[in-house]
């Protein structure tokens, strides 16, 4: 690095510590204060099952209708991007699930956006809590499909770099819309049975970062009422819903469509999706013909989730669960090493929970991890806020050689030996979103300005998502984290 490139970033290093040691009291808050609405589930997990499970049914659609009078912003690609037409609506989907041991239920709640800071997670929580309309609740849990054509949720995609895309108006109308989601779910519940059910999604995944390595299956969950009114589908599939490239056109992208086909084929019937570890780049196999633009985005999206919906409908070997759910969360603080997040929260672009480090000039975001049970240990659910890289959960990583750092991923454990369940998956993006989650071996920032430009390692790979991360120890952290948690629950 030149003196010029040094000079540079050690004037935006010098910059931003001066912002940190002069940002206001009320940009700070304490954990205490950010855990707040966050419901912490079962002490201990316990087997024993209950006498029947319990499940509702929920959404509602939050997708303005004044667009055309007002300016909103597409999430996902390009900033200064405003919204010219609708293709379909955005929703709030929500199930409550409860397993009837005493303890109380859960509920899962899909938003149709490209993330959510916890911060705005618990404006929902608690519309819900406070709402005076659900019963006994454990465990409130809300993730996103991440969606590149929905409207923004976190202020990065407004018309300048400095300016949030956020509208406070619409973030207000799709936390009530939420919440009542989730009261609806609740409301509508009804006694029956659960099955589980999983299978190889073919050759319809890509990842286009090294190591390739997903999640290749796509898991079902299928709520069956005693009174036959309509089966409840859950689904997860691994993939970035970015299939409609660089649209100005609102859309939930191929979850909508995956979801449209189960209900359009299943008489009654109600879905909800679930993505999964997504970061790496985890997208559909056509994906590169998307960003080139050398592909009709739209029939591939619509095509690609009605595919995935008959993938899902499938599945003929079903495991019957046993009324089981087991659910713990634990606060956590993630160390911000990304100086470009640090004045996106200074200048009001961001809004996540944030608080100051032991350390002069450091700051943390205090974020969440959770983990679930389902069944006689048929089933293990992470809870992952955020973009997860999969060798975090598989251990798949980059050798020596091959790694940007040239050095081995050094982890005590990852995701998927912390349990002897039979099945697992990753839930992500859920209850926050900080980017992507990287292991730390192939983590490389540009030396001049890091997290501003993207880095190139000498094997020319591009570093681009580690410009969209909190920073290098985030992912050690949340594995040290959920071990804790896991191991916590097992005591």
Partial sequence: MNFKDRLTKGA??????????????????????????????DDTFSTAPGE?????????????????????YIAGYDSNNPVKGVLDDLYAR???????????????????????????????????????????VKSVNISATHTHAGIDTQGLWGEKLYKTGRDEAFMSNLKKKAAQAIAEAYESRKDGRLYMGYTPAEDMQADVRTPETYDKNLTRFRFSPDDNSGDIYLVNFASHAELLGTTSLVSA????????????????????????????MISAKEIKKVYRDSIDCEA???????????????????????????????????????????????????????????????????????????????????????????????????NEKDSANHRKASYKKVLAEMTDCKHKFVVGL???????????????????????????????????????STGPETGKTILDEMESLINSASA
């Fill in 94 to 136: 929500a199930i409550y699930l409860d397993d009837n041991r005493g303890g109380g239920g859960v509920v899962f709640c899909v938003l149709d956006c490209v993330g959510m800071s916890r911060r705005d997670i618990n404006d929902i929580r608690k519309l819900a809590l406070e709402s005076g309309r659900l019963g006994k």
């Fill in 52 to 72: 029947k499970w319990t499940c509702g049914f929920g959404k509602a659609a939050y997708t303005p209708d004044d667009y055309k009078e007002k300016t909103y």
């Fill in 253 to 280: 992208d191929f979850p909508a469509y995956l979801i449209k086909e189960i209900e359009e084929k299943v008489p009654n019937s109600n879905a909800l999706f679930f993505n999964g570890a997504v970061g790496g």
């Fill in 12 to 41: 935006v290093t010098a910059l931003i510590n001066t912002l940190i040691s002069t940002m206001p009291k009320k940009y700070f808050t304490t954990q205490a204060n950010a855990d707040k609405f966050m419901l912490t589930g």
């Fill in 430 to 468: 859920c209850n926050d979103e900080l980017g992507y989650i990287l292991a730390e071996n192939d983590f490389l920032l540009n030396e001049a300005l890091p997290y501003i430009n993207k880095a190139t390692d000498d094997m020319d790979r591009g570093h681009y998502e580690e410009t969209n």
């Fill in 300 to 398: 591939y999206m619509k095509g690609f989730g009605k595919q995935l919906g008959e993938l899902a409908l499938s599945i003929e070997k079903e495991t019957e669960l046993k009324p089981v759910l087991n659910i713990k969360t634990k606060g956590i603080k993630i160390a911000i090493d990304n100086t470009v997040l640090i004045l996106a929260r200074y200048i009001n672009v961001l809004n996540n929970d944030v608080g100051r480090t032991e350390k002069r000039n450091k700051v943390c975001i205090y974020s969440e991890v959770a983990y679930a049970e389902m069944g006689d240990k048929d089933v293990a659910m992470f809870l992952v806020p955020g973009e997860l890289f999969p060798e975090l959960y598989n251990g798949e990583f980059l």
